[in-house]
């Protein structure tokens, strides 16, 4: 089966701490890897989990506080001193566009690789990125500033050729593509053979939401609905749920609601606040909710 992996680079709130840096992740689907915001700290994250640099495609941005964006000009600085050549897409909200143009002719001169932005409306669930084998798209969040999160899906694959069946049918090989792509198959004496005997079905297409920043909303519910995986903030534990809510922000056992409401595979709970001494709390809390839930720490590898 083809890579389809989170790495978490960061799954802490606001203020980095000795425990945890600001947000960021690496999602690789069939090894191409995007980032999932980029704040302070991630480049060394990204060195530490021994993840190149020029593999990095693009970066999701889910909103304009400096925990998720504020290492990102820093990180496109590394990738002109390393040499990059190849294009380097930005996805965020389109407030970041003139701002981010302005650090970069402050501090990146004569790249010689293109940025190029791609703004995203976070009050839309539409798909921003897609190629021959993913896609990805917008979840609107409930935060303080605009805010979206982000549903990584594999494609559907192809079916695989039951050689066992296609040889006994004496089927040449120059016929399989199009078997595997749902062709029947019709001998000399007339009779055709049902594709459903020449193919064995591929794996389902797995799922991963990424859902940082939000209060409690269940309107998410229908758009993550039976993802193998959910990554949704728990900054904090219920007892501070009245400034979760003044703040834009989720409980852990709020996440584990979602996760449960939506019929998710596993949840991952994060970006946790840094009052926040043990996150073992923060875990057992949602496990009652939701007993298939873990925690982010830095270096997490999650194969989805």
């Keep these: 089966m083809e890579k389809f992996e989170v790495t978490i680079l960061g799954c802490g709130s606001a203020t980095p701490t000795l425990r945890h840096n600001p947000s960021?992740?690496?999602?690789?689907?069939?090894?191409k890897l995007s980032l999932v915001d980029c704040g302070e700290g991630t480049q060394l994250q990204l060195r530490l989990r021994k993840v190149s640099f020029m593999a990095l495609r693009n970066v999701?941005?889910?909103?304009?506080?400096?925990?998720?964006?504020?290492?990102l000009v820093g990180l496109i600085s590394t990738f002109s001193l390393l040499g990059r050549t190849k294009d380097f897409h930005v996805y965020a909200p389109g407030d970041f566009e003139p701002l981010l143009n302005e650090m970069l002719s402050l501090f990146c001169h004569k790249l010689e690789f293109n940025v190029v932005f791609h703004a995203i409306d976070t009050r839309k669930n539409a798909i921003v990125y897609e190629d021959r084998t993913m896609e990805v798209s917008t979840l609107p969040l409930l935060h303080s500033a605009e805010c979206c999160g982000f549903l990584f899906r594999e494609?559907?694959?192809l079916p695989?050729?039951?050689?066992?069946?296609?040889?006994?049918?004496g089927i040449p090989v120059c016929y399989l593509s199009s078997i595997k792509a749902g062709?029947?198959?019709?001998?000399?004496?007339?009779t055709v053979i049902p594709n459903s005997r020449l193919v064995i079905p591929a794996a389902p297409p797995r799922s991963y939401a990424y859902c940082s920043d939000t209060l409690y909303n269940p309107d998410l519910v229908p758009l993550i609905k039976g993802v193998d995986l959910l990554y949704h903030e728990a900054t904090y534990d219920k007892s501070k749920e009245h400034k979760a809510v003044l703040r834009g922000h989720s409980t852990a056992?709020?996440?584990?609601?979602?996760a449960k409401m939506s019929e998710v595979g596993?949840?991952?709970?994060?970006?946790?606040?840094?009052?926040?001494d043990d996150v073992e709390v923060l875990l057992e809390e949602a496990r009652e909710v939701f007993p298939a839930t873990l925690a982010a720490q830095e270096g997490l590898v999650v194969s989805v």
């Excluded at 056992?253 to 979602?258: D, E, F, K, L, W």
């Design 24 to 31: 960021a992740q690496v999602v690789n689907i069939h090894e």
């Design 60 to 71: 999701f941005i889910s909103h304009l506080h400096g925990d998720h964006c504020l290492g």
């Design 155 to 157: 494609k559907p694959a």
């Design 160 to 169: 695989h050729i039951n050689r066992e069946m296609t040889d006994y049918y």
């Design 183 to 190: 062709s029947d198959w019709e001998m000399v004496d007339g």
């Design 253 to 258: 056992r709020q996440a584990a609601t979602i």
């Design 266 to 276: 596993r949840l991952m709970i994060g970006h946790y606040s840094a009052s926040v």
